[in-house]
């Protein structure tokens, strides 16, 4: 089935400590990409990426780090999480053939976090 | 700079009547792509339709349509016929450039559809 996944789906933590949010894909997408969801202010992309190796920042990718050294895999980083970050997290992934199939981007379940 | 704008926070519509979600955009790059998205209470994100910017058609899929005007810098989902399974918050957003390839995606802040039986 093809699908993106994210773990994990529900996550409390302290501020300062460090934490992963892995995000997975197995369609063969070049394009993945990291949200938050915050009420009011709808999604807001932290980073994208359009190849391994190839990552570009969204509008608010301050406190967030990413990497791409597999295709599949999209890990969303956070040094020193603050509270602030307490959000709905999305990752997607698209492919790039361009039309409306190369512009659907499907998305994971989410991951809810909260920074104590 | 990239901007979306959704102006309705909230809607409220009755069962098989048509509904049209405002949204309007901004960008100086003349190739861009506008999506509609679905998120149920349930938190999924589910793409509707999408249009782009040198297409001569309004992108339909089923009982969407996307009414697009260009020279005014708007994209509006219509529902045609709306059912109790479309209350949900919608999404309009843009990407810059010609493919997805190689660009930003920015959602507008949603509009929440509540269709009343």
């Known amino acids: 089935e093809a699908q993106v996944t994210q773990n994990p789906r529900y996550l409390i933590t302290v501020t300062g400590k460090k934490l992963t949010v892995t995000c997975s894909q197995n369609m063969n997408h070049e394009y993945m990409s990291w949200y938050r969801q915050d009420p009011g202010l709808g999604l807001r992309q932290i980073y994208y990426?359009?190849?391994?190796?190839?990552?570009d920042k969204g509008d608010v990718p301050e406190g967030y780090k990413v990497s791409r050294k597999e295709k599949r895999n999209f890990p969303l980083i956070l040094e020193s999480p603050s509270p602030n970050q307490t959000s709905l997290y999305f990752c997607?992934?698209?492919?790039?053939?361009?039309?409306?199939?190369?512009?659907?981007?499907?998305f994971g379940p989410g991951t809810r976090l909260l920074v104590l | 700079a990239q901007k979306i704008t959704q102006t309705q926070p909230g809607m409220f519509v009755q069962e098989k009547e048509a509904v049209t979600l405002d949204c309007t955009y901004d960008?100086?790059?003349?190739?861009?792509?506008l999506f509609w998205y679905k998120q149920p209470s349930s938190g999924e994100m589910i793409f509707l339709i999408y249009q782009g910017s040198y297409d001569q058609q309004n992108a339909t899929e089923g009982r969407y349509s996307l009414n697009f005007q260009k020279a005014r810098k708007s994209a509006n989902l219509v529902i045609s016929a709306s059912q109790l399974g479309d209350s949900a918050m919608y999404f309009c957003?843009?990407?810059?450039?010609?493919?997805?390839?190689?660009?930003?995606?920015?959602f507008g802040s949603g509009t929440r559809l509540s269709i009343r039986p």
């Open positions: 957003a843009m990407r810059e450039g010609r493919y997805s390839s190689a660009s930003k995606i920015i």
């Open positions: 997607a992934s698209s492919p790039t053939s361009g039309g409306a199939k190369g512009e659907t981007q499907y």
């Open positions: 960008t100086s790059d003349p190739s861009y792509g």
């Open positions: 990426s359009m190849n391994v190796e190839v990552t």
